[in-house]
C-alpha cells in the first residue's frame, strides 16, 4: 500500500481521507494534509525542529487530537511543519518530531484557515492493505 491523503468535501467542511502501510504512517499523512490547506507545503523550509506530545482516550481520539494539535501550534506559534516522524505510537500517546519553519508572510502565501478536527465520521482502522484514517475539519 502506498502512503497519501486525499481533500474530501463534506458539506462545509472538509474531510481527510488518509492511507498508509502503518497506523503512524496516517498520522504522518495527516499531517501533511492539514498543513496542505493552510499553505503551499513546497514554500516550507526543514529549519526547526519540535517534539510533539499527545495523549487521547483511544486511537481515533488520538488522530483529532494530534490534528488539534499541529491547529494549535500554527495559531500560537505561527510555525508551519512539513516533515512529520512518529518516534512512540500507542492506542493513547505519541511523541512525533515535527520539521519546519516559522510563517513568512514575503515567501508563504497562506491559502485557507483550519479551525479544528470533529468528531463526526472520525475513524482510524486496519485494513488488508494497511491503516486507513478520515478525520472531517471545520474550515
Known amino acids: 500500500m502506498r502512503q497519501g491523503y486525499e481533500l474530501v468535501d463534506h458539506t462545509a467542511d472538509v474531510g481527510l ?3 498508509a502501510p502503518t497506523r503512524s504512517g496516517v498520522f504522518e499523512e495527516a499531517g501533511k494534509a492539514i498543513f496542505s490547506l493552510i499553505c503551499d ?5 526543514q529549519t526547526e525542529t ?3 506530545r499527545v495523549e487521547a482516550d483511544d486511537r481515533e481520539l488520538l488522530l483529532a487530537a494530534w490534528v ?6 500554527f495559531e500560537t506559534t505561527r510555525a508551519l511543519f512539513a516533515d512529520f516522524e512518529l518516534t512512540e ?3 493513547t500517546h505519541l511523541v512525533a518530531r ?5 510563517l513568512d508572510p514575503a515567501r ?3 491559502c485557507g484557515g483550519v479551525k479544528a478536527a470533529t468528531l463526526h465520521e472520525l475513524s482510524l482502522r486496519e485494513s488488508a492493505d494497511g491503516w486507513e484514517g478520515f478525520v472531517i475539519l471545520d474550515v
Do not use: F
Request: proline residues 4%; hydrophobic residues 45%; charged residues 30%.
Open 89 to 91: 505510537l500507542d492506542d
Open 68 to 73: 488539534n494539535e499541529l491547529i494549535y501550534r
Open 17 to 19: 481521507r488518509l492511507w
Open 98 to 102: 515535527v520539521t519546519g519553519e516559522r
Open 108 to 110: 508563504h502565501a497562506v
Open 50 to 52: 519540535v517534539d510533539v
Open 41 to 45: 507545503p513546497l514554500t516550507v523550509e
